[in-house]
């Protein structure tokens, strides 16, 4: 079924899909064997045809607790050109909406630092105390190779993760000899949206460089009912990545970013006209070193924002304007090392260490005008040091468990007197323990499987927590994992579910509820997801997904704020080969179970929000070579509906209103590559 070819660059280049949409991860052991049992690319494609469709509309877990999926495959709805968005599109997650781009996703309920969100495995943070900048704005999903999502605290290699990780990677390229080879996207839609990505990538077996760009604008979008909504955004971004490989077993790569935008916001006063970034990283990897150490890996990482916002640039110009410009600096390094003392043992073993400093300035009036000649004020420095160890054991060619602990020294340092009400120079640190076990198991006589397991993720706050009360002590999450995955010839269908108790969780309190704008509280939180594709024929294929969480706040006998309602997909997908279509129902149930005034750093509950539904449809053509041509129609009868997880801002009012979803909106879009 091709869930073995190596490399989603292959996967990238060629614009296909996988089984369902998603490329499962294999194992070391596994992508080995894989290697010299890969298929052609004719193989390849005549049997993803047969079994899936060309535009992703419901993504299939590739395990119950991990999802992978290529970034370049066209989606359905067409999701906008950031992180957030196409987050939004696997089962499970919930989008913050802010204007046209960079919402804030939340896994299972949980967003903002309780989502670690990694870029070929470096931190990049926002600036923006109300979370103007969340990471997944400055995330450009067509410039990675694929998406990894780890569900729940099942993995200690990258960082805490009580939601989740989600890492956005760049496969590593292999030649044979010199090679060139690229890859264009191009898109066109209502409300003048534009798009364009595109990429060259030159090589042979001593060395390649990597040339990455992307660019992406829209208007103001109108909803179901005509209303314009201030949402305007561009933005664009630029990456080199050059590499030198002076054997088969020896890699160094210099990786240069940059990247910048504006947005307009429809949930506060300001607007985001400055969305600056400039990341560096060095990668030295190094395999086969002995018989029992297969690889060590060295990355270092610096990310620099510079973010501004203002209430003139992008909007009428008030009486009194406004500006703030805060920048974050952040720092790290990481050393990881794959171990394999035995061959049914596989070792993961490293430590990293990371360190971000805060900075924000204000101006009000005339002086706006020279806000880039004054300088930024520190306000806040953290510091994370980190241990890990991660085992997998297989018992049998049908057992295997997974367990690994990890151990951070966190340190928190105000400098800024009145940050979170502190005075400057007090610090706070302390030490985060993390941990998890796991065991799978494979039928033998069916295509069926099934894992358990049990984790904890302690994390400490993070600034804008600290921001609010800097007096807080760590959240901690225990969560049994369970799940199952069916791979047959014609179905696949998988089933997670999650239970979880929520110590010390940080609730944010809008301003005047309550003395402080933050606390922490006990919580319990469970839920499933579970999602199928059906393949009635080799033409014909139906698929869905459901995702339900309910949380509650023990302390305060009330609902958790901020918890997404139930919502299921259904699709009915056609590929000949020639051409292809299908069409979306996304339905969401009624959320009634708030705490108004109450939520995260990214949202507050502000009133119920009523269940929806929602249909799209696309058709497309495959062209000569890698290309295809895809049109589609999302929110087809035009309905009128918003999320649940929005933004109450303190300006705006408590119970502020909320933004309406995109009405019909119609796109054409080309993909493909060449040689």
Not at 152 to 173: L, N, W, Y
Not at 321 to 334: N, Y
């Amino acid at each position: 079924m091709g869930n073995h070819v190596s490399g989603g660059l292959l996967a990238a280049m060629l614009c296909l899909p996988a089984w369902a949409g998603e490329v499962p991860v294999a194992g070391a052991e596994e992508r080995e064997e894989a290697a010299s049992n890969e298929p052609t690319v004719a193989e390849l494609l005549q049997a993803r045809l047969a079994l899936s469709p060309v535009v992703v509309t419901a993504p299939i877990m590739s395990d119950p607790y991990r999802v992978t999926t290529d970034p370049r495959q066209p989606r359905l709805p067409l999701p906008a050109h950031d992180g957030g968005s196409y987050l939004k599109s696997i089962p499970g997650f919930a989008l913050s909406r802010k204007g046209g781009t960079s919402g804030d996703p939340a896994l299972r309920g949980l967003g903002g630092s309780r989502l670690n969100i990694l870029l070929d495995d470096a931190t990049v943070l926002g600036g923006c105390g109300s979370r103007m900048d969340p990471p997944t704005a400055y995330v450009y999903p067509e410039a990675f190779d694929r998406i990894e999502v780890i569900k729940g605290p099942q993995s200690v290699r990258h960082g805490v993760a009580a939601a989740g990780v989600v890492r956005f990677d760049r496969e590593d390229p292999a030649f044979e000899g010199p090679t060139q080879r690229g890859y264009f996207g191009a898109t066109v839609g209502s409300f003048d949206r534009r798009d364009g990505t595109g990429e060259v990538l030159l090589g042979g077996q001593g060395g390649y460089a990597r040339f990455i760009g992307t660019w992406s604008s829209r208007d103001d979008y109108r909803d179901g009912s005509g209303e314009r909504i201030h949402s305007q955004y561009e933005r664009w971004s630029g990456s080199l990545l050059a590499g030198w490989t002076p054997d088969e077993d020896t890699r160094v790569e210099l990786g240069i970013e940059r990247s910048d935008g504006e947005a307009a916001y429809d949930d506060r006063m300001m607007d985001g006209t400055r969305f600056d970034r400039s990341g560096y990283s060095l990668r030295i990897v190094r395999k086969d070193i002995t018989p029992w150490l297969r690889e060590l890996e060295l990355l270092l990482f610096r990310n620099d924002v510079d973010h501004v916002m203002d209430n003139y640039t992008l909007r009428e110009s008030p009486m009194m304007p406004m500006v703030r410009f805060p920048d974050r600096r952040t720092q790290g390094a990481r050393l990881v090392g794959r171990l394999q003392p035995a061959d049914d043992l596989v070792v993961h073993a490293g430590v990293d260490w990371m360190r971000n400093r805060h900075r924000d300035g204000m101006l009000r009036g005339p002086a706006v005008v020279r806000f880039d000649e004054t300088p930024r004020a520190d306000t806040a420095r953290f510091t994370d040091a980190g241990a890990f160890v991660e085992l997998e054991r297989s018992l049998d060619d049908r057992r295997k468990t997974v367990w690994g602990v990890r151990i951070d020294r966190s340190s928190s340092r105000a400098l800024l007197d009145g940050f979170g009400g502190a005075a400057a120079g007090q610090r706070q640190s302390g030490r985060q323990l993390s941990g998890f076990a796991r065991y799978e198991h494979r039928l033998a006589d069916q295509p069926l499987a099934f894992y358990a397991g049990l984790g904890r993720a302690e994390r400490a706050p993070d600034y804008w927590e600290r921001e609010r009360l800097f007096d807080l002590g760590s959240e901690v999450l225990t969560q049994l994992d369970a799940g199952a995955r069916y791979r047959g010839r014609r179905l696949s269908a998988t089933l997670s579910l999650f239970y979880g108790k929520l110590d010390d969780y940080i609730l944010i309190i809008a301003p005047g509820l309550e003395p402080a704008e933050a606390r922490s509280v006990d919580a319990t939180t469970f839920g499933a997801e579970a999602d199928w594709r059906l393949a009635l024929d080799e033409r014909f294929s139906v698929g869905g997904s459901l995702a339900w969480v309910r949380s509650d706040n023990d302390s305060d006998g009330r609902p958790l704020a901020q918890t997404p309602p139930l919502e299921a997909t259904f699709s009915v997908d056609y590929d000949d080969a020639h051409w292809f279509g299908g069409a979306l129902l996304r339905a969401v149930a009624r959320q009634d179970r708030i705490h108004p005034g109450y939520g995260t750093i990214y949202s507050l509950d502000t009133t119920p929000t009523p269940g929806f539904a929602v249909t799209s449809f696309y058709v497309g053509r495959h062209l000569a070579g890698r290309w295809t041509l895809t049109a589609g129609l999302d929110n087809v009868f035009d309905r009128r509906y918003a999320e649940h997880l929005q933004r109450g801002a303190a300006e705006l009012g408590a119970l502020a209103g909320r933004i309406p979803e995109p009405g019909r909106t119609a796109w054409l879009q080309l993909k493909g590559a060449f040689e």
